[in-house]
């Protein structure tokens, strides 16, 4: 089997150290040491790995991996070394970082880097090359921000943050703590804001603010926008994919997820917890409360609320059983066209044979 692919591992553990970190139970060989993670098709006597559920049976059963981590009801009558947890994947994730830790942290500033006399840094920062911070920001312990980064004026990055390389990051706006930042992102850009002045398009001035809260990870190539008034603001805990795009003066709660290639038009609210699908497009004002879930693809009219808990999908956005409903409905159609057109064969047949009649 070709092991190129093989992630390298930088701390040994046992089987039975590990469950005891992770809080759960294990069977079969405690003191198996594990070196590494993968796949279960790569994995190898040195590896973790995990089985989320019990649809992969077949496949965690001709796996090579040293030990997988495994649901309360998996069946080991093998005997194999697993570690039972109740939620594998988020415990996989956890051993991940145990077994594979990032990188430490090595302090300095690149002689390249530009910085402002008047900008606030901590001593333990690490500032890769060509990074730019401007007049008055501050940046706090144990933050890193990679090569090419632009900083620009009264920008606060919280303590624990990481900017990936060419992140470019607009005058006032304020990042909270451990908050991650893929390459490419934009923070704190103009908003989309025109009126039509006559003939021509006049730009509303965009002198608003962002705000980004604590363990928020923004993909790459993904933009926040300032409000024109007032505050953009992303909420504690919230994911952003790649390429997503959120409009000025939104409010996006705490622990929302938004996978790739999203758009929110300016000032929408998104509650708490809510998960947001791959190409959704939001329009002005709408509202998504709370744990509400917005299937991929699916289109949000302006000021459309979409409540709590409430799974829709499809452009219009419509409830989860309704989409579904009317798919099944389309998918008849070429059948009910046929029915149709025999119908109306037969009638015709019928009033040629009344006319004749007559």
């Given at each position: 089997?070709?092991?190129?692919?093989?992630?390298?591992?930088?701390?040994?553990?046992?089987?039975r150290e590990l469950a005891e970190w992770l809080g759960a139970t294990f069977e079969?060989?405690?003191?198996?040491?594990?070196?590494?993670?993968?796949?279960?098709?790569?994995?190898?006597?040195?590896?973790?790995?995990?089985?989320?559920?019990?649809?992969?049976?077949?496949?965690?059963?001709?796996?090579?991996?040293?030990?997988?981590?495994?649901?309360?009801?998996?069946?080991?009558?093998?005997?194999?070394?697993?570690?039972?947890?109740?939620?594998?994947?988020?415990?996989?994730?956890?051993?991940?970082?145990?077994?594979?830790?990032?990188?430490?942290?090595?302090?300095?500033?690149?002689?390249?880097?530009?910085?402002?006399?008047?900008?606030?840094?901590?001593?333990?920062?690490?500032?890769?090359?060509?990074?730019?911070?401007?007049?008055?920001?501050?940046?706090?312990?144990?933050?890193?921000?990679?090569?090419?980064?632009?900083?620009?004026?009264?920008?606060?990055?919280?303590?624990?943050?990481?900017?990936?390389?060419?992140?470019?990051i607009y005058d006032d706006v304020d990042i909270g703590a451990s908050v991650i930042?893929?390459?490419?992102?934009?923070?704190?850009?103009?908003?989309?804001?025109?009126?039509?002045?006559?003939?021509?398009?006049?730009?509303?001035?965009?002198?608003?603010?962002?705000?980004?809260?604590?363990?928020?990870?923004?993909?790459?190539?993904?933009?926040?926008?300032?409000?024109?008034?007032?505050?953009?603001?992303?909420?504690?805990?919230?994911?952003?994919?790649?390429?997503?795009?959120?409009?000025?003066?939104?409010?996006?709660?705490?622990?929302?997820?938004?996978?790739?290639?999203?758009?929110?038009?300016?000032?929408?609210?998104?509650?708490?917890?809510?998960?947001?699908?791959?190409?959704?497009g939001i329009g002005d004002k709408a509202r998504i409360e709370s744990h509400a879930?917005?299937?991929?693809?699916?289109?949000?009219?302006?000021?459309?609320?979409?409540?709590?808990?409430?799974?829709?999908?499809?452009?219009?956005?419509?409830?989860?059983?309704?989409?579904?409903?009317?798919?099944?409905?389309?998918?008849?159609?070429?059948?009910?066209?046929?029915?149709?057109?025999?119908?109306?064969?037969?009638?015709?047949?019928?009033?040629?044979?009344?006319?004749?009649?007559?």
């Amino acid at each position: 089997m070709d092991r190129g692919n093989r992630v390298s591992y930088h701390q040994a553990m046992r089987v039975r150290e590990l469950a005891e970190w992770l809080g759960a139970t294990f069977e079969g060989d405690g003191e198996t040491e594990l070196t590494g993670v993968n796949p279960l098709e790569i994995a190898g006597a040195p590896d973790l790995s995990f089985v989320s559920n019990l649809k992969v049976l077949k496949q965690a059963e001709n796996s090579a991996a040293g030990c997988l981590i495994v649901p309360p009801d998996f069946p080991n009558d093998s005997g194999r070394t697993v570690i039972r947890a109740s939620a594998p994947r988020t415990a996989f994730a956890r051993a991940v970082s145990r077994l594979i830790p990032p990188p430490p942290h090595q302090p300095g500033i690149d002689p390249t880097a530009v910085i402002h006399p008047s900008a606030e840094l901590s001593e333990d920062l690490a500032i890769g090359a060509h990074v730019t911070i401007g007049e008055g920001s501050r940046i706090e312990a144990g933050s890193k921000i990679g090569a090419g980064c632009a900083i620009g004026r009264r920008v606060v990055i919280g303590p624990g943050s990481l900017l990936h390389a060419h992140v470019s990051i607009y005058d006032d706006v304020d990042i909270g703590a451990s908050v991650i930042l893929h390459s490419g992102c934009v923070i704190g850009a103009d908003g989309f804001g025109f009126v039509l002045d006559g003939e021509r398009y006049q730009k509303f001035p965009q002198i608003g603010r962002v705000e980004i809260g604590n363990s928020v990870e923004i993909g790459a190539n993904s933009c926040v926008d300032r409000a024109a008034l007032g505050v953009t603001y992303i909420g504690e805990g919230t994911k952003l994919d790649n390429m997503v795009h959120v409009g000025h003066n939104c409010h996006i709660g705490r622990y929302v997820v938004v996978a790739a290639q999203t758009g929110f038009s300016g000032g929408v609210v998104v509650g708490d917890y809510a998960i947001i699908g791959g190409q959704v497009g939001i329009g002005d004002k709408a509202r998504i409360e709370s744990h509400a879930v917005l299937g991929s693809g699916c289109g949000i009219l302006t000021s459309k609320i979409v409540r709590a808990g409430q799974v829709v999908w499809g452009t219009p956005a419509r409830p989860l059983k309704q989409h579904l409903e009317q798919l099944a409905g389309l998918s008849r159609l070429p059948d009910m066209r046929h029915e149709l057109a025999e119908l109306r064969t037969r009638v015709a047949e019928l009033e040629k044979v009344q006319a004749e009649k007559a």
